[in-house]
């Protein structure tokens, strides 16, 4: 099953990273118990720093305010595959499924060096972002590579 996250309102870096990594991230304040609960039946995976809201999977209770090690953390609890991840899946933004759309439609609306060196872009439904690859910055790729041990 695909693996579908809610995150902490206070995490808002570590959501940005799941969704680097195509990953459904909902940013959430999360304020009862009754809340967590209706979560984890739709099938989420709840995500936080409190320890109001427990640790037992599916509840990720994290213990460090980094957002790269809390991706790491994330990654190791919920045993995350590489092949589970799909860079350019979703807006950073929106949390939104990117969709793919012709060249001809990224004409005008993105650089003219990246329009001429690239096939493929996808496009946010919601705010109309277009994405490319090496849309996000590489130190964030390098990074995040690092970080995972995946080759992204
Ligand atoms: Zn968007």
């Not at 496009?123 to 995946?150: A, F, N, Q, V």
């Amino acid at each position: 099953m695909v693996k579908r996250f809610i995150v902490d309102s206070m995490l808002g870096k570590l959501a940005k990273w799941l969704r680097i990594l195509g990953f459904d991230a909902r940013s959430r304040h999360i304020s009862s118990q009754r809340q967590v609960s209706e979560w984890m039946t739709e099938g989420f995976i709840v995500v936080t720093r409190n320890r109001r809201w427990g640790s037992q999977h599916p509840v990720v209770q994290l213990d460090t305010n980094d957002p790269m090690q809390q991706l790491q953390q994330v990654i190791r609890i919920c045993g995350i595959r590489r092949d589970e991840a799909t860079p350019l899946g979703r807006c950073i933004l929106c949390n939104e499924p990117l969709d793919l759309i012709s060249r001809e439609e990224a004409l005008g609306k993105v650089p003219d060096f990246i329009y001429e060196t690239h096939v493929r872009f996808h496009r946010c439904p919601c705010c109309r972002k277009i994405y490319w690859y090496g849309s996000h910055p590489r130190r964030i790729m390098d990074r995040l590579e690092h970080e995972t041990g995946w080759s992204i």
